[in-house]
């Protein structure tokens, strides 16, 4: 399990990315259920409850995937390491960094547009 | 190099594919880049923007990928390679679509909202609701009761917004010049608003397949001022037409009217209301001219015209008695 | 490592020993063969003939709409032609041909002599051939499927499509689809641990890595898809409501799951053709590929970001605009890790030597192509602009840019580059070059003005079109872009034909190419090396010229074959570190048997003989369960399972070898299809528009029962495995029996409650989901028991123990995965509901 975790395992060739499509269905489907119960009167606008929590939902992500990828970095960086696995450190923490990006990018529409419209 | 000769016809042959439709012009009557509302305008600007910009993208890529292949090489060292790569990877891979994709999502998703449903303050827009079956538009307008098929009148230089169902499959509401498409599903209830900047007629087409006569699902929608526009509603809303003596009346009412309703005639709800039948530019959304004569030609010959519509054949009656049909139906324009 | 030196020569009888055990029979037996290299090209071949079909379909369509109110067929046949040019293209040739090129190409890429599951692969082939047919068939029996290749509901309902041709779609493609899972999950397995000795990840060919992320892709996107066709068909045949409004169904929820599979399934089928990319690319301009780390970051960012776009095809479906939005970005975020690598592959050019040559020529022809393609998928990506074109000749040209420019062109691209692999012969200069022109040529005057068309609001799938739209001119165009394209396939066809008759013979590494796949002698012969070397980087025939002969001395490991079985490498799937020896199954009857019994089933459904279909299922069983008892320590897997003394364990005799990896893998594709049921679940109750009706009437305590007895289950068998691991098989019959005994009490309390429960699977969506979803448990829970006491019955034999311990550790996965789903099935078929309407 603990070889699992670490930064050199291959999983973090995976993670990055799963974490965003978990949170991407998250918001996906919060959106859905928020709109079904609890939607907004449209003439709010974008700046809704509904939106400030879909888009507070991004920052943790971002925070947890930043620090995955600092960790993946430094373990590349230790060159005690096999080349095989100091390249998957290397790889996992793009992937980890290709996620924050990602969500930065997908919460994007959340400044732009109101939520059940 | 054989192959780089044949590079150097590439351009000539993407010229020539380009400029033989651009010859033909922008407008037509489906044309997108012909627009005559602010949501069509809105989605043309952003076509001509995005092509210019994504064609310069794409004769950059081009040239420089040829170019790659015609150049020779200088040595490089090492180093040198490896800061080439990086201007490569991250000038082109990140940053060139990475701004591109940023200024498309700002720019373009406003242009969107303004299309949507939002409430207005002032005067509502004007609701009408349509619904689809295979293959015709049922068009109702609720504040008026006035109830027509496979046409559309709309007062012009006011929104419009138009609540779709559908009676069956799924089909798509679309005219082209005036907005986006949005599909009408069964179960559900779209909204599309909908604008004609001046008094006119366009054309729609169902634009999601829905079956054998997917291409005869047409509607043509007629703009008129505002004054003209309330003028049709009234008389629309008033009108009751005077039934058919005779024979052929009877065989109207046993055979046409259980499914086809002509105001202040019949009843039937499963086929277009007949009641403007007369007035209206097509027949079969789409399948004829509704010219003098088509209404006769549409009864006798329909199943070959539009096959697999619902309509039965007319084989049991009389020729004479369906002519006569014919003649009144066209008298049936308000 | 012990490397087995043997001083073989190529006239030694060392030679007639491997192709005594790798040998392919002839005539009828044929049939038996399952060797990655024949059934490779068997995909292709037959793909090939598909792509002709759907080509001729595609003529027809261009016919009919070359002048404006034409009638050469009917709106009925034209329907029939376009929907089945898109089956055809999408399913039974795109798709399968980069499998079939995969499952040639990896394991020579790999340097291992097959893949890991061969008689998955003879199977695959069989239920594509099969499945083909049987839709194919339905041109012939004017009953083909008529809703279009995205097969929406209610149109293809039975309501609005009575006749067979629906089922003709759901079935056959469900059959295809067997086909393309167990590609997948056989070439996951096989990269990930049949690597050559030292092939470490970051040591694999960049092909390798795309084919891991496709087949991945494959395993993920394909079951959405495959439960939305059985469900489908259950409303048709059955008549429950899964996509009826009126009765808390819902049709959009079949357009999330088809294209829930239908996005991914495009880059399914473009990630392949961009490994043919970077493969070819650094031959032919003699240096490596520029960024191998950036490629790989991009192909698998490709692969997941891929999952997150399948709504940009519904975006005029009426969903709310912020959720398009998150769609729309998605769908463009996808432009960078693509612009990745064609900035990649631009670079490699620009500090390489390009050679030129055929393939290079195609290589250039997908550039332009595809990225015109790509550029107006960002175009529709954005949602407003996605309203006007959605469903125009805008799309159908923007598509035929991505697929054709992103998969046929690469593929041509990679069939003259291996054509010496495949026939020992040089692809022709003159001729290909005429083909290429042609095609080219065709295909852009085709397809560029059909974006105009689009523009100009033709709308895609309609039979005719009245003149004065401005519609004529592009069509004909169009109509005579297409006969020049189609000159261009024939010329292409009579240049492969003839340069088996007339090519040059190549020379060893015509290309001088760096992957190892050109270290096999051409035509390759089964087993691909006589020795299988050790891999310190990723261009061993750059840095090793040599290889080819050491390798065909046998100067390498595993060289010999006179214990009769066939043999590769399992290697750690990191480090590329030797851990067992994988002995693999001989030539079979069996897979073709299996697929003919699943054909007939198939068949049977369409013609509804139920009976036949119930019987020939059974029979499918037999045959699938009789093929999984020659496994293991059975003769007939290994027949002298003696090894060498201080040579690593045959895999059999380890506790972990590629069919536990196989069954994880399969096990995820399940999971796919389970979370895609529990989508389709959660959805009805919260998006449909008609809500769910009804309450659950399934009781809570014999499920809560059922958890427990198979927590117990799975804990006592984790603890058997444990002992078996450390050597002890004491009585390890009884226990498994012992645990097959709770794992029956368990599936006879689900059925007991789904008897119960009383439920009216044809009244409402609501219940005919939660009868699926409980009688997909059942099936599970029966299947592990079944396959768990077949292992006490091999223990009894003698098949299975402390020697050869390997075969309970396949099985165990799947008593975890059922307990998985058991357990979460119960919370969200059953706790969800009460929470919901509570609130």
Known sequence: ?117 | MNGARGCRRLPTLTAAALTVPLLGGCSGPLSILDPAGPMAQGVAWLWWLMAIFFSLVLLAVGALWIHALRRTPREVTVVEARRIEKCWLIGGGLILPGVSILALLLLGTPVGQRMLPLPVEGEQPLRIDITAHQWWWEVRYPDSGVVTANQLHIPAGRPVDLHLGSADVIHSFWVPRLGGKLDMIPGRTNVLRLQADQPGTYRGQCAEFCGTQHTHMQIVVIAHAEADYQAWVEERAKRRVTPLAGAAGEIFATHCGTCHRVAGVSDGARAPDLSDIGSRPTLGAGVLRNEPGAIARWLHEHRRLKQGNGMPAHDDIDDNQLDAIAEWLETLAP | MTERQAGATPDNPQEDQFDAVWGNPRGWRALTIVNHTTIGLRFMITGLVFFLIGGLLAMLIRTQLALPGQEVVGPDLYNQAFTMHGTLMMFLFAVPMMEGLAVYLIPKMIGARDLVFPRLSSLGYWCYLFGGIILCSSLFLDLAPKAGWFMYTPLSSAAHTPGAHSDFWLLGITFVEISAVSAGVELVVSILRSRAPGMALNRMPIYGWYILVMAMMIVVGFPPLILGSILLELERAAGMPFFDPSRGGDPVLWQHLFWLFGHPEVYIIFLPAAGIVSTLLPVFCGRPLVGYRWVVLGVISTGFISFGLWVHHMFTVGIPQLAQAFFSAASMLVAIPTAVQVFSWLATLWLGKPRYSLPMLWLVGFLLVFVCGGLTGVMLALVPFDWQVHDTHFVVAHMHYVLVGGMFFPLMAGLYYWMPHFSGRMPSERLGRWGFWLFFAGFNITFLIMHWTGLLGMPRRIYTYETGLGWDLPNLISSVGSFIMAIGVATLLLDFVLHFRFGRRAAQNPWQADTLEWATSLPPSPYNFASLPRIEDRHPLWTRPDLPQSIARGEHSLATADHGRRETWGTDALTGRPSEIIHLPGNSLLPFIAALCIGVVCISLLAKGYWIALIATVASIGVLLRWSWENGAHPAAAPDARTQPGDLPLHSRTCDGPGRWGMGVTLLANGSLYLSMLFGWFYLWTVAPGGMTGEARLQHWPLLLGIGLLSAAVLWLRRCLKRLRAGDDAQLAGNLTAVTGLGLAQSALLLWALLDAGLAPRASAHDALLMFAVIYLLVHCVLGCALLALQSWRVRLGLVNAECPYEPFVVAPLWQYNLGVLASGYVALLLFPLSWSAS
């Open chain 1, 1 to 117: 399990m603990r070889a699992l975790l670490s930064p050199c395992h291959p999983l973090q060739l995976v993670l990055g990315l799963l974490l965003w499509s978990l949170w991407f269905v998250l918001i996906y489907g919060g959106l859905s259920v928020l709109c079904a119960f609890a939607a907004p009167p449209a003439t709010q606008g974008q700046w809704t409850l509904a939106n400030l929590l879909l888009g507070a939902s991004a920052l943790p992500l971002f925070a947890f995937s930043g620090w995955l990828a600092l960790r993946g970095w430094r373990a590349a960086s230790n060159i005690e390491q096999s080349s095989a696995r100091r390249f998957v450190a290397l790889t996992g923490a793009g992937i980890h960094v290709i996620g924050m990006l990602a969500t930065l990018f997908v919460a994007l529409p959340l400044l732009i547009l109101p939520p059940c419209v």
